[in-house]
């Protein structure tokens, strides 16, 4: 089995962790705020002083890919891609969104088989960037800019339940009223629950170009958005 070097800066929350034959080996986060220039390279120096010290070949590198702030992206991507370089090792990019389900789905917390799942990161106001993802986190609906009122997400509530975590859910959920709608909390994007996502990655040889992989910021986002939603 692969071991993977995981990065998570996609929000207010920095997080290393390293994984091998399936499981979190090495962990390290940090809840305080927006510290990633600080707390991402001592958090990673560590990690790389566990592999070695217990001569564990790195594999590859996982870094989150976004949507997220610019700056923490920014840090985790081009740490990343730095160890790839260094260490000769493959890079993985993983979507945010669906990290924020991972937890979700190991812990079972949801039990109806037809559910929808709709992880969201904050963009103020009542602007998220959201998904509409099954429980086999295939796409329902990709990745846009949803200024959330009672009908954004009706068609889907209608039909299914669907359950509303991430960053931007709680604030949603005081304009979402309809029975199927579910509020799971304090759900974040953590790097221990990157490795079910970067190990399907890995062994299906889906890498990405260190030289040429750019994140999925949210301002680049926010520049393609409708007038009207700005």
Excluded at 74 to 91: D, E, M, P, Q
Aim: hydrophobic letters at 40%.
């Amino acid at each position: 089995m692969a071991c993977i070097l995981h990065i998570e800066t996609s929000t207010d929350v920095c997080s290393v962790a390293v994984s091998q034959d399936g499981a979190c080996i090495f962990n390290e986060e940090d809840h305080s705020g927006p510290n990633h220039a600080v707390k991402s390279g001592v958090f990673i120096d560590e990690a790389l002083s566990f592999i070695d010290s217990h001569l564990i070949p790195l594999d590859a590198v996982a870094v989150s890919q976004g949507p997220g702030s610019y700056t923490g992206l920014r840090i985790g991507t081009s740490t990343a891609k730095g160890i790839c370089y260094g260490r000769n090792v493959k890079l993985i990019s993983i979507p945010t969104l669906q990290l924020l389900c991972v937890p979700i789905l190991l812990r079972e917390t949801i039990a109806e088989e037809e559910a929808l799942l709709c992880p969201m990161i904050d963009a103020r106001r009542m602007e998220v960037y959201a998904q509409v993802l099954d429980r086999s986190l295939h796409e329902v609906r990709p990745v846009q800019a949803d200024v959330v009122d009672g009908d954004t997400y009706k068609p889907y509530l209608d039909q299914h339940p669907v359950y509303f975590f991430g960053n931007g859910a709680a604030k949603c959920m005081e304009t979402i009223h309809h029975p199927n709608a579910h509020l799971i909390e304090d759900i974040e994007p953590l790097a221990k629950w990157m490795f079910p996502l970067a190990e399907k990655q890995y062994f299906n040889g889906q890498f990405e170009d260190v030289a040429y992989f750019t994140p999925f910021y949210l301002k680049d986002f926010v520049a393609k958005m409708p007038k009207k939603l700005l």
